[in-house]
């Protein structure tokens, strides 16, 4: 499987982005879908993360503002980004993991200007 993001781009804070993830290849035994980010010096962290057992579970700085979707026929898992703050800006990844294993996109980025 490969993930391709795309979406990305500058936008001014109180804004809005989608993030797309396609999915090449089939998706067969895929349980877990997620979005990350990682700003420059920091660790990546999860946004947002869908899990076929748990549900989905955002982080507490994007409640209520971010949503993620699935276009199954697509194969595409979208991030829809509300009103956005500076400090969203980071390089977005997305994972899926199929059959126990991981599977990344490149990131794509986000900046936000205040």
């Known amino acids: 499987v490969q993930l391709q993001a795309s979406g990305g781009g500058l936008v001014q804070a109180g804004g809005s982005l989608r993030l797309s993830c396609a999915a090449s290849?089939?998706?067969?035994?895929?349980?877990?879908i997620g979005w990350y980010r990682q700003a420059p010096g920091k660790q990546r962290e999860l946004v947002v993360g869908?899990?076929?057992?748990?549900?989905?579970n955002f982080a507490d700085s994007v409640k209520g503002r971010f949503a993620i979707s699935r276009d199954n026929a697509k194969n595409t898992v979208y991030l829809q980004m509300n009103n956005l703050k500076p400090e969203d800006t980071a390089v977005y990844y997305c994972?899926?993991?199929?059959?126990?294993?991981?599977?990344w996109g490149k990131g794509t980025q986000v900046t936000v200007s205040s």
């Open positions: 994972k899926i993991v199929k059959f126990a294993k991981d599977y």
């Open positions: 290849g089939s998706t067969f035994g895929m349980t877990d």
């Open positions: 869908f899990s076929s057992t748990g549900g989905t």
